[in-house]
């Protein structure tokens, strides 16, 4: 029992000091009357590129505001490396739902970033398109 103890036990330090150079700094950006938020934000690296996932939640039970979410990599000088966006679709935030954590997203950035890069996200709301009632004045029959 303790050999196998031991062995998982130096399985699991190998394995974490290999990721550890894989993840990046994560920074979220508020928005003004900002009522949603981020959880469980992660990067990896995939083949040369670095993915970007995570949850979008409210704190209110209804539904997500339409949008998108801005995804930044910045060098640890500050310049912009790369940046990207990725749609969100809202959808009602149920109790199953919010106990997971949220609605999830996710986005891939093409180039490799250097270590200590630092990854910022925001979420950008879209105004709602107001619907107008079509005027039928030139296809109604008289």
């Known amino acids: 029992m303790k050999k196998n103890l031991i062995v998982l036990m130096i399985f699991t330090l190998f394995a974490t000091s290999s990721w550890a150079n894989d993840r990046y700094q994560i ?8 009522k949603w938020r981020f959880q469980h934000l992660t990067t990896f690296k995939v ?11 409210a704190s209110l039970p209804t539904w997500l505001p339409r949008g998108h979410v801005d995804i930044a990599a910045y060098s ?8 990207t966006t990725t749609d969100y ?3 009602v935030l149920t109790h199953t739902m919010k106990k997971k954590g949220g609605v999830r997203f996710s986005a891939t950035l093409d180039k490799a970033l250097p270590p200590d890069s630092i990854v ?3 979420f950008h709301r879209e105004e709602p398109i ?3 009632n079509p005027t039928h004045s030139g296809n109604i029959a008289r």
């Not at 640890?76 to 940046?83: D, F, N, Q, R």
């Open 76 to 83: 640890p000088s500050g310049e912009l490396i790369t940046e």
């Open 27 to 34: 920074e979220v950006s508020k928005q003004p009357n900002q």
């Open 89 to 91: 679709v809202p959808a």
């Open 120 to 122: 910022k996200v925001a």
């Open 130 to 132: 107001v619907k107008t």
């Open 47 to 57: 083949d040369g590129s670095v993915r970007i996932s995570g949850r979008l939640t």
